[in-house]
Each structure stands twice: as structure tokens, then as C-alpha cells.
């Protein structure tokens, strides 16, 4: 079965220190993708790769940074955590085409404090 | 750009109930319609997805949904819930033409026995 691992489930942080989210999938898919969930809200699109060492910006990409060092692996970095990003964050992969053909798997979520 | 709105936050029926969530849209062109579940403390879960040919598509679980054009709605619906239908639903919107897909802002679904 299809699967995204999340690491850390969840996380503290202080205002102003690197908080670095990490993500695998098993599904062998080319696309990745980071969201941010705000309470009560639907997700927004951070940062997305279609491809190893290529990522591109979505939706909401300020204050966040994104690295993928192999189609498996795709990380999302906050090098100066700020209150605002205090959420939850999924990742998601899907088949090689456009994000919004294709089904997407997500993980089971990081929720960030940043406090 | 396209968006999605769901009109009821909170939705609450009894085992046994039928249900129907709410999804509207807007978008000239062609669209890729989903819907996502999320059970609590889980990531979203495909249900179902419409793009062309028969208006009402079927998902997992007995769940289906209804395009229609004119409304420019995709209403899920379920005949006969039961207590671990309830979660969150998420409607979703993508436009063939981008490379974006956009969700709305869920709808909790509570089943009581």
C-alpha cells in the first residue's frame, strides 16, 4: 500500500529557530507537496517538486524553504519560525502529471507550535 | 483562479441517516473535482473524483457524488451513515488548464448512534 511518513508528529518551537519537517514516501510518485492546515480551514499549498533537486514555490511560500534530495525524500524548512506558522502541516504525493489530475496521498500531518 | 466553497461547517445526523455535503465552485473552464476525507488526527484520504462523462461518480464506502454544470455544484452523498462516517470532508478544485488544486474549507460530518 501507498504510504507518506511524516517526522516529527509533532513539534515545539521558538520563535526564530529552524524548524526543518521531513517527509518519505514509499509510492514511487515523482510529485510532492507541502500543505499548511489553519484550524478549521482547508489546506493551502506551500512548496511542491515534480522532480529530485527541483522544487517550486506554491501558494503561501513565504517564511518557508523546501529541499528534495531524492524522489523519496522532500523537506520543508522554516529558518526563522515565526507565531504564524503555528499549524499543521501534511505532505502529499501523487503521479507523475498535473497536481490537479491526480490523486493525492498525504501523510498523517506534523502539528508545529511555534511559541 | 478557481475556488471552492463549503457552505455547512457542522453537519450532524444519526446512524442511519442519509447525508448530503455541500460543495460549490467557481471556474469558466474545465475542472477536476474530489473529494477528501479526514478522520481526526489523520491525513485526508481520496473518497471520489470527477472530470467528464457520468455526472454522479461513485466513491469508497458507499459515498457518491453529483456534478452539475448549472449549480456549479459536487454535492457528496451517502444514503445510510454510520458512527465511523464521521470525520472531516474536504471538496477540492482543480482547473485542467493549472497546475493547482485548491480545497475547501471542510465540512465536519458527526454520526451519532
Known amino acids: 500500500e501507498a504510504a507518506v511518513t511524516q517526522s516529527p508528529r509533532s513539534k515545539v518551537a521558538v520563535t526564530g529557530g529552524k524548524v526543518t519537517l521531513s517527509c518519505h514516501q514509499t509510492?514511487?510518485?515523482?510529485?510532492m507537496y507541502w500543505y499548511r492546515q489553519d484550524t478549521g480551514h482547508g489546506l493551502r499549498l506551500i512548496h511542491y517538486?515534480?522532480?529530485?533537486?527541483?522544487?517550486e514555490k506554491g501558494d503561501i511560500p513565504d517564511g518557508y524553504k523546501a529541499s528534495r534530495p531524492s524522489q523519496e525524500n522532500f523537506s520543508l524548512i522554516l529558518e526563522l519560525a515565526s507565531l504564524s506558522q503555528t499549524a499543521v502541516y501534511f505532505c502529499?504525493?501523487?503521479?507523475?502529471?498535473?497536481?490537479?489530475?491526480?490523486?493525492?496521498?498525504f501523510g498523517a500531518g506534523t502539528r508545529l507550535s511555534v511559541l | 483562479t478557481q475556488t471552492v466553497s463549503q457552505s455547512d461547517a457542522h453537519v450532524t445526523v444519526f446512524e442511519g441517516d442519509s447525508v448530503e455535503l455541500r460543495c460549490n465552485y467557481s471556474?469558466?473552464?474545465?475542472?477536476?473535482l474530489s473529494w477528501y476525507i479526514q478522520h481526526h488526527g489523520h491525513g485526508l484520504q481520496f473518497l471520489l473524483k470527477?472530470?467528464?462523462?457520468?455526472?454522479v461518480v461513485q466513491g469508497v464506502n458507499g459515498f457518491e457524488a453529483e456534478f452539475s454544470k448549472s449549480d456549479s455544484s459536487f454535492h457528496l452523498r451517502k444514503a445510510s451513515v454510520h458512527w465511523s462516517d464521521s470525520a472531516v470532508y474536504f471538496c477540492?478544485?482543480?482547473?485542467?488548464?493549472?497546475?493547482?488544486?485548491?480545497f475547501g474549507d471542510g465540512t465536519q460530518l458527526v454520526v451519532k448512534p
Open positions: 502529499a504525493s501523487s503521479d507523475a502529471g498535473r497536481e490537479g489530475q491526480n490523486t493525492l496521498y
Open positions: 517538486s515534480y522532480v529530485a533537486d527541483s522544487t
Open positions: 509510492n514511487n510518485h515523482d510529485y
Open positions: 470527477y472530470y467528464s462523462g457520468n455526472p
Open positions: 471556474y469558466g473552464g474545465s475542472i477536476y
Open positions: 477540492a478544485v482543480s482547473a485542467s488548464s493549472n497546475n493547482r488544486i485548491f
